[in-house]
């Protein structure tokens, strides 16, 4: 039993001695590949440099920028290989036995512990102590000293003063680098304007289905066109300007429609009522288009009213409907269903299509204020557009 535990202790002690020793390792491992890592990222950074000096491409803090993040990927890299390379612990003692001159001992040993090899414990004890004993005198800072080689590091340096010469010496190609830089910069703006914009529309209640897919369509191809990787100021101008006319295009038909369903509900009001501005006073307060407040007036009175009154209540809803016809033809129908009622002299269904009636044209009144308030928002992106195109413009001059 204690023969054992001696057996584990000296397998503990060689373990972690072999640890030591491949922790020397990888250190000359860093120092052999510290330059040879550095190169590649030094070598792209002289090229971006030069191809920079022979068209607009990088400025020089730009090239220095990715020079730096080349570096130290190229370090991050080599760090994570050398640090994390398996070497598993068996693999490691062949390995320092034959680099240090061991004659197996320290490998063997470890199989005689591990039970690989099978022997008497006094030979196994031999063999342990003996290996521990060697171990112990090998001297890995000299056996693994670091590497530094001349010829690579003088790479290093030459690629170093090369690309310090390129970054510092006037670039004939940055005017014409700063001009492209703007120009993306402005149509990268537009290209986030145009997005926000599409968004809106793709949102708008007030659009129909058809108004709503013809201008996204419209507005899908101008932001097709900006995310073209090689646009030019010019094309990217023009596809913005094409934007802009789109939305307010839209805008307009918006504020056309508005206008004619005012036009209608106010022809509608004139028929419906003899004192015209006493109705729309009346409406107004009640934040209401004007023929609501007689319909509700009406259908309240329906009940209580003579055939005489019922005829003429009838003749004026008729008048009402077909002022309504073109632009609320729900509405219109109710009128003209509640004036046939009325002629019949049943005011139970007169009174159900007036309060109809009353509903179309609320319904009416809020989808007029939505179109409204989306022209508006339309003229207001159109004008947001318009902005990027002139900034766009700005830097094809």
Do not use: K, Y
């Not at 130290?72 to 290989?81: P, T």
């Amino acid at each position: 039993m204690a023969t054992q535990t001696l057996f584990q202790e000296r397998h503990a002690a060689l373990t972690q001695l072999l640890q030591s020793w491949d922790r020397r390792l990888r250190a000359q491992q860093v120092s052999l590949w510290l330059p040879r890592c550095l190169l590649p990222g030094l070598a792209l950074g002289v090229g971006v440099a030069l191809i920079s000096r022979l068209r607009p491409w990088l400025l020089s803090e730009q090239v220095l920028l990715l020079t730096g993040l080349l570096l130290l990927a190229g370090l991050v890299i080599m760090l994570l290989v050398v640090a994390f390379w398996p070497r598993p612990t068996l693999q490691a003692a062949r390995r320092f036995d034959l680099q240090f001159g061991l004659g197996e001992r320290v490998s063997t040993a470890l199989e005689l512990i591990e039970g690989r090899i099978h022997g008497s414990d006094e030979l196994v004890a031999r063999q342990v102590d003996d290996a521990w004993l060697t171990a112990r005198r090998v001297q890995s800072a000299e056996s693994l000293p670091f590497i530094w080689r001349g010829r690579e590091w003088g790479i290093v340096a030459a690629l170093a003063v090369v690309l310090a010469a390129l970054l510092l010496l006037p670039n004939p190609q940055a005017e014409a680098i700063r001009e492209n830089s703007a120009q993306q910069a402005s149509i990268e703006s537009a290209r986030e304007e145009l997005s926000q914009i599409l968004q809106e529309v793709a949102a708008d209640p007030a659009l129909t289905e058809e108004q709503r897919e013809e201008l996204l369509e419209a507005l899908e191809a101008s932001m097709d066109t900006l995310n073209q990787s090689d646009i030019t100021a010019e094309e990217a101008f023009a596809t913005l300007s094409d934007a802009q006319s789109a939305l307010r295009e839209q805008a307009q038909n918006l504020n056309d429609q508005s206008t004619a369903q005012q036009a209608a509900l106010d022809a509608a009001s004139q028929a419906l009522e003899q004192d015209t501005q006493a109705a729309q006073e009346q409406a107004a307060q009640a934040n209401q288009p004007a023929p609501i407040p007689f319909l509700n007036q009406l259908a309240q009175q329906v009940q209580n009213m003579t055939p005489e009154q019922m005829q003429q209540a009838a003749d004026s809803l008729e008048q009402a409907a077909q002022a309504l016809q073109q632009t609320n033809p729900q509405a219109a129908q109710a009128m003209q269903q509640a004036a046939e009622a009325l002629r019949q002299s049943d005011a139970q269904a007169a009174q159900e299509a007036l309060e109809q009636a009353s509903a179309e044209l609320q319904q009416a009144a809020q989808n007029m204020q939505n179109q409204q308030a989306s022209a508006q928002q339309l003229n207001e992106s159109a004008q947001q557009v318009q902005q990027a195109a002139s900034q766009v413009g700005e830097q094809s001059e």
